[in-house]
């Protein structure tokens, strides 16, 4: 089992930045990929961005440029960086826990694990 605990949301004005950080704890040594969905009112959840054990990363075209994730293997942590956020990035962000075997790292199905989400609000 493994569980997250992610922090770092909040209300900011559009334009401005937020990082979010999930905490993983439980068994964490099978070099699980790190993930971040989101989820606005009425919508359905979608893919934010995800990185591998090893570092490899993606991440959704909507974010590409104004959005970076990182981690630290040591801490079990991963980041997410949000730059020049929009309205429309308004959501409860999800962090996820995957397969390292994992082909599909935008597909919400990869994912084994899930934190509580945090809530994000970027006003205009």
């Known amino acids: 089992q493994v569980h997250l605990v992610e922090s770092g949301g909040g209300l900011v004005q559009a334009g401005g930045s937020l990082r979010l950080s999930c905490a993983a704890s439980g068994r964490t040594d099978s070099n699980y990929v790190l993930g971040w969905f989101r989820q606005a009112p009425g919508k359905e959840r979608e893919f934010v961005a995800a990185m591998r054990w090893s570092g490899g990363s993606t991440l959704a075209d909507s974010v590409k440029g104004r959005f970076t994730i990182s981690r630290n293997n040591t801490k079990n942590t991963v980041y997410l960086q949000m730059s020049s956020l929009k309205p429309e990035d308004t959501a409860v962000y999800y962090c996820?826990?995957?397969?390292?075997?994992?082909?599909?790292?935008?597909?919400?199905?990869?994912?084994?694990?899930w934190g509580q989400g945090t809530q994000v609000t970027v006003s205009s």
């Open positions: 996820a826990a995957g397969s390292p075997f994992s082909a599909v790292l935008t597909d919400s199905r990869s994912y084994h694990y």
